[in-house]
């Protein structure tokens, strides 16, 4: 994987001397204003392959924001070298901004003045890294105020960035303060619990601490890139500070992942789906399928937002998609250009909901990497209107949109845990081939008659008994080709003594996990038992001529996730007769795609790999009427 920014793309703990060589790029700003010479790369993030080069210069200022409380924000505005007064864009992020914000080259040469700001806490800014709660969105909103009021703002501020600038961005609009007219936070992470941290109920010791154990370094060198660039010592004090307050157990995020295993107090302060219905600007948001790094989930935040205000652009990939598809980009340039600049280009017009499909990297025309993608749906609102489809687990390892009719079928069983195929992960790539077939089961349609087409999440609701109390389960969905290919689709995972769901927020698509202390309940040992695992969202069209495919098994490496499995040795069986069916749940709804399937191995994110398994005779299942 590239690393080209200091807060986007992190590779995981194996690749942390190559992270530090990224890392060094990152610059930094002297107080008062100064003129730079350009072109500049700032923060290591190079301007968009077909972007023209920036001829005219930027001033650049920089300082400190004293907060209510006395904490000091850093911050260095770049401004274009032209006549102002110009539109704000503000990146809020913990990483570098506050020295060098990293969309300043994607958005100065478009007129705005681009402000660059640390999180209370974090890099050059003193106080404490909250990491994602309301305490960051009062400051981030407190600097907002303060940018719409500077002679060279317009007074029309919006805020930028993907990631956590992302996250940021949604507690800040939460806060609605004076100004803030637009926001496009894309790749979130708005309920920690379930987005990330624990999956399904089970740990992630993969990200988040690969993610975590970053910021030392990050900050170190913004310290060096702010004495540097700026005579800035303050800087260099309140990182040294920084490093010590972030070893506390009540602030060290690994640590209270380690502590804390079921949803409570701690992860619903930093849950901002919780808030997010208080946003009332225009909001673009984006999310990747496949995403290696925080997933697609994002706490299903876009569905608390008003449907008139809300945008979102959903595609396969990578996190970084936003940084190649000028698709994504030429979106969000005509959205900022709208609502900050004023500008009549019909915006409000604009399809609610782009979908991106089979997104593939290709060479731009001047050279560097590019995301194209084989076709572009559109709805028009949030939530995309769905039609759940169900197909039911039979026996045989069929797939089919029958109920099962008979009460005295066996059930199918696997061994609990063996190594399953990691999929994605940005060393090794692809998917890997199944070394030990005991430790799945595999259900798979006959050859579809048809198209189907899917869009977001979906459920899988099992019968499962287990020969001990507890048990992890992991689902992938696959495409089963004509040309003997497997093409990975999605997954989800769930600890079976964390089954309990939260019933107000579920529904037939989305089992919503309860995951407190509370609802936590051992399997009786050999007994049935319904529960319901959340696929992640996806969209896919198994193309007529496919199948498709259910595996379950072992949780395994999915992008930078690993997961803390269950060690108790169990014979896992899955429960499939009229009594007790079990059965996925996804939601179809039909919309333009290529004729064609695309070329295995090049669309980002769903490597395939040789199909071992034979697929049922007959006609595989219809769409829903």
């Given at each position: 994987?590239?690393?080209?920014?200091?807060?986007r793309?992190?590779?995981?703990?194996?690749?942390?001397?190559?992270?530090?060589?990224?890392?060094?790029?990152?610059?930094?700003?002297?107080?008062?204003?100064?003129?730079?010479?350009?072109?500049?790369?700032?923060?290591?993030?190079?301007?968009?392959?077909d972007?023209?080069?920036?001829?005219?210069?930027?001033?650049?200022?920089?300082?400190?924001?004293?907060?209510p409380?006395?904490?000091?924000?850093?911050?260095?505005?770049?401004?274009?070298?032209?006549?102002?007064?110009?539109?704000?864009?503000?990146?809020?992020?913990?990483?570098?901004?506050?020295?060098?914000?990293?969309e300043?080259?994607?958005?100065?040469?478009?007129?705005?003045?681009?402000?660059?700001?640390?999180?209370?806490?974090?890099?050059?800014?003193?106080?404490?890294?909250?990491?994602?709660?309301?305490?960051?969105?009062?400051?981030?909103?407190?600097?907002?105020?303060?940018?719409?009021?500077?002679?060279?703002?317009?007074?029309?501020?919006?805020?930028?960035?993907?990631?956590?600038?992302?996250?940021?961005?949604?507690?800040v609009?939460?806060?609605?303060?004076?100004?803030?007219?637009?926001?496009?936070?894309?790749?979130?992470?708005?309920?920690?619990?379930?987005?990330?941290?624990?999956?399904?109920g089970?740990?992630?010791?993969?990200?988040?601490?690969?993610?975590?154990?970053?910021?030392?370094?990050?900050?170190?060198?913004?310290?060096?890139?702010?004495?540097?660039?700026?005579?800035?010592?303050?800087?260099?004090?309140?990182?040294?500070?920084n490093?010590?307050?972030i070893?506390r157990?009540?602030i060290?995020?690994?640590?209270?992942?380690?502590?804390?295993?079921?949803?409570?107090?701690?992860?619903?302060?930093?849950?901002?789906?919780?808030?997010?219905?208080?946003?009332?600007?225009?909001?673009?948001?984006?999310?990747?399928?496949?995403?290696?790094?925080?997933?697609?989930?994002?706490?299903?935040?876009?569905?608390?937002?008003?449907?008139?205000?809300?945008?979102?652009?959903?595609?396969?990939?990578?996190?970084?998609?936003?940084?190649?598809?000028?698709?994504m980009?030429?979106v969000?340039?005509?959205?900022?250009?709208?609502?900050?600049?004023?500008?009549?280009?019909?915006?409000?017009?604009?399809?609610?909901?782009?979908?991106?499909?089979?997104?593939?990297?290709?060479?731009?025309?001047?050279?560097?990497?590019?995301?194209?993608?084989?076709?572009?749906?559109?709805?028009?609102?949030?939530?995309?209107?769905?039609?759940?489809?169900r197909?039911?687990?039979?026996?045989?390892?069929?797939?089919?949109?029958?109920?099962?009719?008979d009460?005295?079928?066996?059930?199918?069983?696997?061994?609990?845990?063996?190594?399953s195929?990691?999929?994605?992960d940005?060393?090794?790539?692809?998917?890997?081939?199944?070394?030990?077939?005991?430790?799945?089961l595999?259900?798979?349609?006959?050859?579809?008659?048809?198209?189907?087409?899917?869009?977001?999440?979906?459920?899988?609701?099992?019968?499962?008994?287990?020969t001990?109390?507890?048990?992890?389960?992991q689902?992938?969905?696959?495409?089963?080709?004509?040309?003997?290919?497997?093409?990975?689709?999605?997954?989800?995972w769930?600890?079976?003594?964390?089954?309990?769901?939260?019933?107000?927020?579920?529904?037939?698509?989305?089992?919503?996990?309860?995951?407190?202390?509370?609802?936590?309940?051992?399997?009786?040992?050999?007994?049935?038992?319904?529960m319901?695992?959340?696929?992640?969202?996806?969209?896919?069209?198994?193309?007529?001529?496919?199948?498709?495919?259910?595996?379950?098994?072992?949780?395994?490496?999915?992008?930078?996730?690993?997961?803390?499995?269950?060690?108790?040795?169990?014979?896992?069986?899955?429960w499939?007769?009229?009594?007790?069916p079990?059965?996925?749940?996804?939601?179809?709804?039909?919309?333009?795609?290529?004729?064609?399937?695309?070329?295995?191995?090049?669309?980002?994110?769903?490597?395939?790999?040789?199909?071992?398994?034979?697929?049922?005779?007959?006609?595989?299942?219809?769409?829903?009427?």
């Amino acid at each position: 994987m590239k690393i080209s920014g200091c807060r986007r793309r992190w590779q995981a703990v194996a690749l942390s001397v190559l992270f530090a060589a990224a890392l060094a790029g990152c610059g930094g700003g002297s107080s008062g204003t100064a003129f730079v010479p350009v072109p500049v790369v700032v923060g290591g993030t190079t301007p968009p392959p077909d972007a023209p080069p920036i001829n005219e210069g930027t001033v650049r200022k920089w300082g400190y924001l004293t907060l209510p409380n006395g904490n000091r924000m850093r911050y260095t505005v770049l401004l274009p070298n032209a006549k102002g007064p110009f539109p704000v864009l503000i990146e809020y992020d913990g990483y570098g901004s506050g020295v060098v914000p990293d969309e300043a080259p994607n958005w100065l040469r478009e007129g705005y003045a681009v402000v660059g700001l640390n999180v209370p806490g974090t890099g050059c800014s003193s106080g404490e890294d909250q990491v994602f709660d309301a305490t960051v969105g009062a400051a981030g909103a407190f600097a907002v105020e303060w940018a719409a009021k500077q002679q060279w703002s317009t007074g029309k501020v919006g805020m930028v960035g993907y990631s956590y600038p992302g996250y940021n961005q949604l507690w800040v609009a939460a806060q609605r303060p004076a100004g803030l007219v637009a926001i496009a936070p894309g790749k979130n992470v708005t309920d920690p619990y379930r987005d990330v941290g624990y999956p399904g109920g089970i740990q992630n010791i993969g990200f988040p601490a690969a993610w975590w154990g970053q910021f030392p370094r990050i900050w170190g060198s913004s310290a060096e890139d702010a004495a540097r660039l700026d005579g800035d010592t303050e800087c260099a004090q309140n990182v040294q500070d920084n490093m010590e307050k972030i070893k506390r157990p009540d602030i060290d995020l690994v640590a209270w992942l380690d502590n804390d295993p079921h949803y409570g107090a701690r992860y619903m302060k930093k849950s901002a789906f919780l808030i997010t219905d208080k946003i009332i600007i225009p909001t673009l948001g984006t999310q990747s399928w496949q995403d290696e790094q925080v997933g697609p989930r994002m706490g299903y935040y876009e569905d608390t937002i008003a449907p008139d205000k809300m945008w979102l652009i959903s595609s396969n990939g990578l996190h970084s998609t936003g940084d190649f598809s000028a698709y994504m980009r030429d979106v969000q340039r005509r959205f900022y250009a709208h609502f900050l600049k004023g500008e009549n280009n019909g915006f409000e017009r604009e399809p609610h909901v782009h979908l991106l499909q089979e997104m593939q990297e290709t060479t731009g025309p001047v050279g560097g990497k590019t995301l194209v993608h084989t076709a572009a749906a559109a709805f028009d609102r949030l939530p995309v209107k769905t039609t759940p489809m169900r197909l039911w687990l039979q026996p045989g390892g069929v797939l089919t949109d029958a109920a099962p009719q008979d009460d005295k079928v066996p059930s199918s069983s696997y061994a609990y845990p063996v190594a399953s195929p990691t999929v994605n992960d940005q060393d090794a790539g692809g998917w890997q081939p199944v070394s030990d077939a005991t430790g799945q089961l595999t259900f798979t349609t006959a050859r579809l008659p048809q198209d189907l087409s899917y869009y977001g999440e979906g459920s899988v609701d099992l019968w499962l008994s287990a020969t001990a109390a507890d048990t992890d389960v992991q689902v992938s969905v696959s495409e089963v080709r004509p040309d003997g290919m497997e093409m990975f689709v999605q997954r989800g995972w769930l600890r079976a003594s964390k089954r309990k769901l939260n019933d107000a927020n579920s529904s037939e698509l989305r089992p919503w996990g309860d995951f407190t202390e509370a609802t936590v309940k051992m399997l009786t040992l050999d007994e049935p038992t319904p529960m319901r695992l959340e696929m992640q969202k996806f969209a896919h069209v198994f193309r007529a001529g496919s199948s498709l495919r259910v595996t379950i098994d072992t949780p395994s490496q999915t992008g930078y996730w690993v997961f803390r499995n269950r060690t108790e040795k169990s014979t896992n069986k899955v429960w499939h007769d009229r009594t007790r069916p079990s059965s996925i749940v996804l939601g179809h709804v039909a919309y333009p795609h290529a004729k064609d399937l695309p070329t295995c191995g090049i669309v980002q994110q769903q490597p395939c790999r040789k199909n071992e398994i034979a697929v049922p005779a007959g006609v595989g299942p219809r769409a829903p009427v």
